[in-house]
């Protein structure tokens, strides 16, 4: 089971979410995320966001965890020639975000969330 990330904008988070998947219901959310309506109900009550959902709208609607967690940066993370001085900068993104679909969601969720608690140390502790 992915780890949770605690989180302290749990209502500014959920709605994030529920735009970035594209609904307005929480019965709608478990359907996108093929979940139980009761487990969307779950992490309302527990105040956390498991991290396999923030593994799905990456892969499926390419949306940025950081901006779901903290409403800051790029929406999307989608990479195009505009966004790079030079086509082998983008040649880069698109051979990094390749390797990354080999990567399984447990990786990548452990990796985020990993990401995440160092980055509010940093944030906390200076």
Excluded: C
């Amino acid at each position: 089971m992915p780890q949770a990330v605690p989180e302290p904008d749990f209502s500014g988070i959920m709605k994030r979410i529920s735009t970035a998947a594209g609904v307005h219901t929480q019965t709608d959310l478990a359907n996108f995320f093929g979940i139980r309506r009761s487990s969307v109900s779950d992490a309302r009550r527990r105040g956390k966001i498991p991290a396999s959902w923030l593994i799905t709208l990456l892969r499926v609607k390419n949306i940025s965890p950081e901006w779901i967690l903290t409403g800051m940066g790029p929406r999307f993370l989608l990479a195009s020639p505009g966004r790079y001085d030079t086509e082998e900068e983008f040649a880069e993104r698109q051979a990094e975000d390749e390797a990354l679909s080999n990567v399984s969601s447990r990786a990548l969720a452990d990796e985020l969330v990993r990401r995440i608690v160092l980055a509010q140390g940093k944030i906390l502790f200076g």
